[in-house]
């Protein structure tokens, strides 16, 4: 079974998908190939993939005028107006597919009809949307009621999509689809070996910043707020990438009266035990981080401080919808007046693995288990 799954470098949450998608079909012994359509095609498309980065970093409010844009934009909606597609096509090689598998919103029309076209019109595509619920950003581009199925996470997803115009029988709820990290439980001693790596204390409680990757961090400003916080606890400050950021807390971590340990780029077990030990994560709104924090219980102080964009109102719009109360904070210089002894979390929890998922693409494939 051949799997062929369209994604975009937009973000982080849709590359996240995508690869465990492609670990878990994998997994269940089939083969799978990521491609991205939008780098791999025409210059501006790729242009617009990168300016979609760049106001995440520089400014995210303005990233309403840029949704608003591309929502009225059709380029993508028809093979006709799709250009580059000929150096697609090339990239994604011999790779005959049963079936495609779309995790992002501006793949599912234009690029559903050139698959049908160049492979056969039996070819099975199917949405896999990672919103977590309805809102201003809940794109129309993520409905299309010519394929053959949409799945997404969480029921608020599915109603977003048959809001949209997705035929209601051909939705389904599957469930989160996460690394596989994010499933099932560790061994004590793996976790005292984990935290002993990055010299993380095992007794103290952790806050975990995790805005510092993509640009958008309030790292310093967070930390120098925590020095007003009365108690025993350590920071850990997540830099990914941002070199820039990381250099500049180890720098000045001594200053403090607290423990701060600054981390680039963590291993999927790391990150799915931080969130498991944190008493806290400060992050934006993402789909991607808001779903880990769910599904791991971690109550979560989301970083408004730069505006929210569009996709980042559909996932508080869940949080609000399934939780008692949210805390947003829009000056992360008085984050220490916003912690609390019992700060709002959604413990949802997941099976072993995303078989439902797994086992739906196989039947809509209709293939079976090597």
Same mark, same amino acid.
């Given at each position: 079974?051949?799997?062929?799954?369209?994604?975009?470098?937009?973000?982080?949450?849709?590359?996240?998908?995508?690869?465990?998608?492609?670990?878990?079909?994998?997994?269940?012994?089939?083969?799978?190939?990521i491609s991205q359509p939008l780098?791999?095609?025409?210059?501006?498309?790729?242009?617009?993939?990168?300016?979609?980065?760049?106001?995440?970093?520089?400014?995210?409010?303005?990233?309403?005028?840029?949704?608003?844009?591309?929502?009225?934009?059709?380029?993508?909606?028809?093979?006709?107006?799709?250009?580059?597609?000929?150096?697609?096509?090339?990239?994604?090689?011999?790779?005959?597919?049963?079936?495609?598998?779309?995790?992002?919103?501006?793949?599912?029309?234009?690029?559903?009809?050139?698959?049908?076209?160049?492979?056969?019109?039996?070819?099975?595509?199917?949405?896999y949307c990672g919103e977590l619920?309805?809102?201003?950003?809940?794109?129309?581009?993520?409905?299309?009621?010519?394929?053959?199925? *949409?799945?997404? +996470?969480?029921?608020? @997803?599915?109603?977003? /999509? &048959?809001?949209? $115009?997705? #035929?209601?029988?051909?939705?389904?709820?599957?469930?989160?689809?996460?690394?596989?990290?994010?499933?099932?439980?560790?061994?004590?001693?793996?976790?005292?070996?984990?935290?002993?790596?990055?010299?993380?204390?095992?007794?103290?409680?952790?806050?975990?910043?995790?805005?510092?990757?993509?640009?958008?961090?309030?790292?310093?400003?967070?930390?120098?707020?925590?020095?007003?916080?009365?108690?025993?606890?350590?920071?850990?400050?997540?830099?990914?990438?941002?070199?820039?950021?990381?250099?500049?807390?180890?720098?000045?971590?001594?200053?403090?009266?607290?423990?701060?340990?600054?981390?680039?780029?963590?291993?999927?077990?790391?990150?799915?035990?931080?969130?498991?030990?944190?008493?806290?994560? *400060?992050?934006? +709104?993402?789909?991607? @981080?808001?779903?880990? /924090? &769910?599904?791991? $219980?971690? #109550?979560?102080?989301?970083?408004?401080?730069?505006?929210?964009?569009?996709?980042?109102?559909?996932?508080?719009?869940?949080?609000?919808?399934?939780?008692?109360?949210?805390?947003?904070?829009?000056?992360?210089?008085?984050?220490?007046?916003?912690i609390e002894p019992r700060l709002?979390?959604?413990?949802?929890?997941?099976?072993?693995?995303?078989?439902?998922?797994?086992?739906?693409?196989?039947?809509?494939?209709?293939?079976?288990?090597?």
């Amino acid at each position: 079974m051949n799997l062929l799954i369209l994604s975009s470098s937009t973000g982080g949450g849709h590359n996240m998908r995508a690869n465990a998608l492609k670990y878990w079909w994998e997994q269940n012994g089939g083969l799978a190939k990521i491609s991205q359509p939008l780098e791999s095609s025409f210059i501006i498309y790729r242009m617009g993939s990168y300016f979609y980065n760049f106001i995440q970093k520089v400014y995210p409010a303005f990233h309403f005028i840029y949704f608003n844009f591309l929502e009225i934009a059709s380029l993508h909606r028809y093979k006709n107006l799709i250009f580059g597609a000929n150096s697609w096509f090339e990239e994604i090689g011999r790779f005959k597919p049963d079936i495609v598998v779309s995790v992002h919103a501006h793949l599912n029309h234009g690029y559903y009809e050139l698959l049908k076209e160049r492979f056969s019109n039996n070819l099975k595509f199917v949405i896999y949307c990672g919103e977590l619920a309805n809102g201003v950003g809940f794109s129309r581009h993520w409905v299309n009621p010519k394929v053959d199925y *949409f799945l997404g +996470p969480f029921e608020e @997803t599915c109603n977003a /999509a &048959i809001k949209r $115009g997705m #035929p209601a029988n051909k939705t389904q709820v599957v469930g989160p689809l996460l690394r596989k990290a994010f499933y099932g439980e560790i061994s004590e001693q793996q976790k005292r070996s984990i935290l002993s790596k990055h010299d993380i204390s095992h007794n103290l409680p952790i806050f975990l910043l995790g805005t510092g990757a993509n640009g958008v961090n309030r790292h310093l400003n967070v930390l120098h707020s925590l020095q007003k916080y009365n108690s025993d606890y350590q920071v850990v400050a997540l830099c990914g990438k941002n070199d820039k950021i990381f250099n500049e807390i180890l720098k000045i971590k001594d200053l403090f009266k607290f423990k701060i340990i600054p981390l680039r780029i963590i291993d999927d077990e790391a990150m799915a035990l931080l969130l498991r030990r944190a008493s806290f994560l *400060f992050a934006r +709104p993402g789909a991607g @981080t808001t779903t880990e /924090a &769910i599904v791991c $219980g971690t #109550p979560i102080i989301f970083d408004i401080s730069r505006g929210v964009m569009p996709q980042e109102i559909n996932n508080l719009n869940f949080w609000r919808n399934r939780s008692d109360s949210i805390i947003l904070c829009r000056n992360p210089k008085i984050i220490n007046q916003l912690i609390e002894p019992r700060l709002p979390k959604i413990k949802m929890g997941t099976d072993s693995s995303p078989q439902v998922l797994i086992n739906r693409l196989i039947e809509i494939c209709g293939c079976s288990k090597r």
